[in-house]
Each structure stands twice: as C-alpha cells, then as structure tokens.
C-alpha cells in the first residue's frame, strides 16, 4: 500500500491527485489539487511535515524527506513545495522551502534550510546546500550550486507549461481503468 500512516498520523491527498501504486507516501504529507506523485517516489513525513502546492509533480526515484524538531532547531526543517512546481527525476529534496514556478532538474539535491524564490531554474545534478537562498528569475547549477543568469521568457513561460502538461498526463493516467 503506497499510503501510510506513521503513528496516528495520515496523509492527506486530495482527490485530483496521482499517486503511483509504486510510491510511497507516509506520514504527514499532504497533496494539494492536481499534485502528482510518480514511480518510485518515496515521501516521509514521519519528524516533520510536508506540503505539495497545487499543480506540482515529483517524478520518478525522488526522495522528499525533513529534519525533526530539536533543542538546536525548535521547528526542525520541514518540507514546502510550492505550485506548479516540477521536480525531475531521481532528485532528493530534505528540509527545503521551495516557491512557485520551479524546475528542478534531474538529480538535484536541495538540503535542509535552503529557500528557493518563484520562477527558478536548478539545473540537472545540481547541489544546493544548507540554509542557500537562490532569488527569483534565475537559473543555477553546479555543485555547490551558482547563480549563471536571468531565465529568458521563453523558459520563465516553461515553468508554468511544465506543470500544465504534467497536470494532463496525471490526468490520462487517472481516467485509465485499473
């Protein structure tokens, strides 16, 4: 079962989402309108909790997880993902505030603390570290990850066609029979 609880906790999905029968979701998770979750998904909220915005999709072998609540950290790190956000492939996303209108490429490692603004490109492979904050409008890549340059209009209009296009694949895939 790709949907668990931890302790009395469950997740909390809406209606309109796809989740993979392959996933697996756990904890305090919760799945706003037209989220989609992918194969091999793995997404534990069991210290802290996570949120997925409207319209965004994790793909396939990504690892979203948080940081508990310490003496050190009052509030720990949880996991905040914005709308219309497109996490790629084989990504690990722990502890991080992502904004809206995001793309992270395949690969990427965003750790615990890091705030990514609206309307970001992370390119593949990429590694954002601890407590970064990457600022609206701009694409970034390496390891540890650098600002390159402003995003052209063509790709700031990607972000949102991302999620649009992930929303009528989750879609297809939601209106096959089982």
């Known amino acids: 079962m790709p949907i668990r609880s931890y302790k009395t906790i469950k997740p909390s999905i809406n209606k309109n989402c796809y989740i993979d029968e392959s996933?697996?979701?756990v904890g305090e998770v919760e799945c706003a309108e037209d989220v989609s979750?992918?194969?091999l998904v793995a997404a534990?909220?069991?210290v802290n909790y996570i949120k997925i915005g409207a319209r965004s999709n994790i793909?396939?072998?990504t690892v979203l997880h948080v940081s508990r609540v310490s003496e050190a950290n009052?509030?720990?790190f949880p996991l905040v993902i914005g709308e219309d956000v497109t996490v790629g492939h084989k990504c690990m996303l722990h502890?991080?505030?992502l904004g809206d209108r995001i793309l992270v490429g395949m690969g990427a490692i965003i750790m615990d603390g890091a705030v990514i603004k609206n309307d970001v490109f992370i390119g593949a492979g990429s590694?954002?570290?601890p407590n970064k904050t990457l600022e609206s409008g701009y694409l970034y890549v390496g390891n540890p990850v650098k600002q390159v340059r402003l995003l052209k209009e063509s790709e700031s209009a990607?972000?949102?066609q991302s999620a649009i296009n992930y929303v009528k694949l989750k879609n297809e895939y939601l209106a096959e029979p089982n």
């Open 23 to 25: 996933a697996v979701i």
């Open 37 to 39: 979750i992918w194969p």
């Open 44 to 46: 534990r909220g069991d």
């Open 59 to 61: 793909q396939d072998g």
């Open 74 to 76: 009052p509030k720990g």
């Open 95 to 97: 502890g991080c505030t």
């Open 127 to 129: 590694l954002v570290p």
């Open 158 to 160: 990607f972000l949102t």
